[in-house]
């Protein structure tokens, strides 16, 4: 008698790769979705909810990713320091030219599970401006 039994991969048996994504001319949304995809691990077979399964990604040309539309203007980010009157609203413009790293870790976060696991993944993203990075030596 054949016994259906359920698969979960051990912390052991997880398979880490490092992948290089080119934000150059992407749209934010879509890059930030294919990204949180990655770094959660579900285009592997081995996907598990509960574990950090997913790869390392090295995201480069942060600078120039894009919105469609009028977004680029309209688009607010909200920031708080949480005193009182301690809030602060930045366009799209405004926080590319302040750190274009933030954007894109903001977006995929968004888009990742909240807590402890969530906050785990988007340490395995790293986000450089331009195309120069320091993790040649991984991306082999």
């Known amino acids: 008698m054949k ?5 979960s991969i051990k912390q052991s048996e ?12 992407k749209i934010l949304g ?26 390392y990604v090295v995201v480069i040309n942060a600078g120039s990713v894009r919105l469609s539309g009028k977004k680029h203007k309209l688009k607010m980010y909200f920031r708080h320091s949480g005193y009182p009157g301690g809030d602060k609203l930045f366009t799209f413009e405004e926080m590319m030219k302040r750190d274009p790293r933030k954007v894109i870790v903001q977006a995929v976060a968004g888009m990742l599970p909240k ?9 395995n993203m790293k986000v450089f401006v331009d195309d120069k990075h320091t993790y ?5």
Do not use: V, Y
């Open 115 to 123: 807590g402890r696991l969530g906050r785990a993944i988007i340490r």
């Open 14 to 25: 997880i398979n880490k790769k490092w992948r290089l994504i080119d934000a150059k001319d």
């Open 30 to 55: 879509r890059l930030a979705g294919e990204l949180a995809l990655i770094l959660r691990g579900k285009d592997k077979p081995t996907f598990s909810p509960h574990m950090d399964c997913g790869d």
């Open 136 to 140: 040649a030596n991984k991306l082999k």
């Open 3 to 7: 016994r259906n039994i359920t698969f």
